[in-house]
């Protein structure tokens, strides 16, 4: 159990039936009357965003969220195949629940599939991944003064956008949390 008092960003609690994770919290101490903890709450299930407010003294049970390493082995339409690397089961996520989390992950590449007593509710791709362009315009010398980014397709399928001397066939390096070029491979 977690008191309100004790509450840290990233702590995930089951509060009224529901699995949420802190994403800010702040004690207030007002001038009159009791102090109390502002909180903004991310429901790990359905993505919604609430914000509460706690007395210090209110507790909560700590929800466990298990985080297990699997490889993406392929998609068959509306379902999403992964194997655990240590016991070789196999599981099947719908689309749903995957989203757009692996629209920069090759097969075969390691993930993390988040559950809650058993049920697959997230799909966190590696941090960054190498990926080659398959796709995009060839950019001109003095086309720009600085900065230009050009749209580019990645072997996924998936659009990012590049700098103008990235050309067809280079591999180059995103951040999967924002979709970002970093470098080139």
């Known amino acids: 159990m977690i008191s309100a008092g004790d509450f840290r960003n990233g702590v995930t609690l089951e509060i009224d039936g529901n699995v949420v994770q802190i994403l800010e919290f702040q004690h207030v101490k007002p001038g009159k009357g009791a102090a109390f903890v502002r909180t903004k709450l991310k429901n790990v299930i359905n993505g919604g965003v609430v914000e509460k407010t706690f007395r210090p003294t209110e ?3 700590q929800a466990r969220i298990d985080r297990v390493d699997m490889q993406y082995l392929y998609s068959d339409g509306e379902l999403f195949n ?9 599981i099947a996520v719908d689309q749903n629940t ?3 989390s692996l629209k920069f992950v090759k097969e075969n590449e390691t993930c993390k599939v988040c559950s809650y007593n058993g049920s697959v509710f997230a ?3 590696p941090l960054f991944v190498e990926l080659e362009i ?3 315009e060839p950019g ?7 900065g230009a980014t050009k749209p580019a397709i990645v072997e996924t399928g998936a659009q990012v956008n590049v700098p103008l001397f990235v050309n067809q066939g280079d591999k180059i390096k ?3 949390r924002t979709g970002e070029y970093l470098s080139r491979v």
């Open 174 to 176: 995103i951040d999967t």
């Open 82 to 90: 992964f194997m655990n690397m240590e016991t070789y089961d196999q």
């Open 134 to 136: 398959t796709d995009t």
């Open 123 to 125: 799909i966190e791709p």
């Open 98 to 100: 995957v989203g757009d």
């Open 140 to 146: 001109f010398k003095g086309d720009t003064a600085q």
């Open 59 to 61: 507790k909560f049970p």
